[in-house]
């Protein structure tokens, strides 16, 4: 197999027609890879991603082939994939105000262009989820785009079915995850045309290091929420005197560890299945 693409946390290998995507136990924040890894990390991800793709298969096609038909090295974090043109946007819904999305309300009362009402504070409930795409850069930081700048990259018709289908997979990811105490704040999207031109749902999908989720008899809005994602490693970092360059800071062992359990314990609660390394 030829290595085709080395990301901050995932690893692209070309196997014939298909490719094999790689989850490895690599943290990205602020777009640096820190030198410390969360054991398991990318299983878990590629598990509980496996497990939404099901979930999800009335909404959407998605590109996985098989999750046994991989190297046995890296059995439980690869996936065999069908080749996608992957489109240069980040398809995201938001049904809370956090992070990014914060940031830009707090500017203008609206985010990517969608107008939102006033009076909104951190981990506010929206009246309504939200589309709020963004650049996907190659290098730096995503931006914000909006709608109409969707439409001028990939053309109306693209434009207007993915961002019905982003908030449809937000909206059931939302639902289900509701039923097993979790709120999902907001996540994001990556889709791409396969060779006969259909759109398909690729990368990860409802992730902790693609979404927010919190637990929901723990959620006050009017600050910080208790995270169950890679917001965690992101707050952890923020308290340290680093200006979120390379290097990234060494992730001490504790925080290592609340990570992972972050990370097991959203996969239990949101699938029913038992961690098992």
Known sequence: MELVHSGKVRDVYAD?????????????????????????????????????????????????ISATDVPAEWAGRAVRCRRLTMLPVEWIARGYLAGLGLKEYEKGGNVSGVALPPGLVEGSKLPEPIFTPTTKATEGHDEFITYDDVVAEIGADTAARLKETTLEVYRRGAALAAERGIIIADTKLEFGRAADGTLV???????????????????????????????????????????????????????????????IDVYERLTGRRWES
């Open 16 to 64: 014939g027609d298909d490719l094999i995507l790689v989850a490895s136990d690599r943290v990205s924040v602020y777009d640096v890879v820190l030198p410390t890894e969360v054991p398991d990390k990318g299983k878990i991800l590629t598990q509980l991603s496996l497990w939404w793709f099901e979930q999800l298969a009335g909404i959407v096609p998605n590109h996985v």
């Open 201 to 263: 749902l690729g990368d990860e999908v409802l992730t902790s290091d693609s979404s927010r989720f919190w637990p929901a008899g723990e959620w006050r809005p009017g600050g910080p929420q208790h995270s169950l994602d890679k917001q965690f490693v992101r707050d952890w970092s923020s308290t340290l005197d680093w200006d979120r360059t390379p290097p990234g800071p060494a992730i001490p062992d504790e925080i290592v560890d609340a990570t992972r359990a972050r990370y």
